[in-house]
């Protein structure tokens, strides 16, 4: 199932909640997974989505990214407010 107006989707632990029907989760460990934990070589969420996006440009996945996740609201652990991958997977599926 596909949207009009895809979105960002905070996954949540809390009683009854579920990953809306046709959303794709694309936190750890799922394939579409940001590699890059903050830490020693990672400053913080941005440059984590900064690196996230620069290899995804580096592995060509473009066309997979639009094939798999065209239309789709993605549901990722991030706060809204905050930078996180599916930001860019959003950009270039729907684009």
């Known amino acids: ?3 009009p107006s895809p979105r960002r989707i905070q996954r949540r632990r809390s009683a009854g909640w579920r990953t809306p029907p046709g959303a794709v989760y ?3 460990p799922s394939k579409w997974g940001n590699r ?3 830490g020693i070589d990672v400053r913080d969420a941005a440059h984590a989505v900064e690196l996230y996006e620069r290899w995804v440009d580096r592995e060509g996945l473009h066309n997979v990214i639009r094939a798999e996740l065209a239309g789709r609201d993605l549901v990722c652990w991030c706060p809204p407010d905050s930078p996180c991958h599916a930001d860019v997977l959003l950009r270039i599926a729907n684009s």
Do not use: K
């Open 1 to 3: 199932m596909t949207t």
């Open 36 to 38: 890059y934990r903050i």
């Open 26 to 28: 694309v936190g750890r």
